[in-house]
C-alpha cells in the first residue's frame, strides 16, 4: 500500500512541475484549440520533463530493490 502512494505521489509530483512549464501549457492550449504564440526556443524544461517521466519509474524501481536487496542482506 506504501508503494502505490509513493508511485502516486511521484506521479502527481511530475504532473504538478508540468503544469508549470509554459510549453506543456501551450501544448495543453493547442489541444483544446485555443490561440497561442508558441516560442520554439524555451524547449529546454520540455526536454527535462519527458526525459523525468521516462525515466523515474524505472529510477524508482532501481532504488526500491537496492533498498530490499540491503534490508535481505542486513537480516542474514
Known amino acids: 500500500m ?4 509513493l508511485i502516486f505521489a511521484i506521479i502527481s509530483a511530475g ?3 508540468a503544469a508549470r512549464i ?3 501549457q501551450e501544448e495543453w492550449a493547442v489541444l483544446t484549440g485555443s490561440d497561442v504564440e508558441i516560442d520554439q526556443a524555451r524547449r529546454g524544461p520540455q526536454i527535462f520533463f519527458i526525459l523525468f517521466t521516462l525515466t523515474s519509474p524505472l529510477l524508482l524501481a532501481g532504488l526500491l530493490a537496492t533498498i530490499v536487496s540491503i534490508r535481505q542482506a542486513w537480516r542474514s
Open 22 to 24: 509554459p510549453e506543456i
Open 2 to 5: 506504501m508503494l502505490f502512494v
Open 15 to 17: 504532473l504538478f512541475y
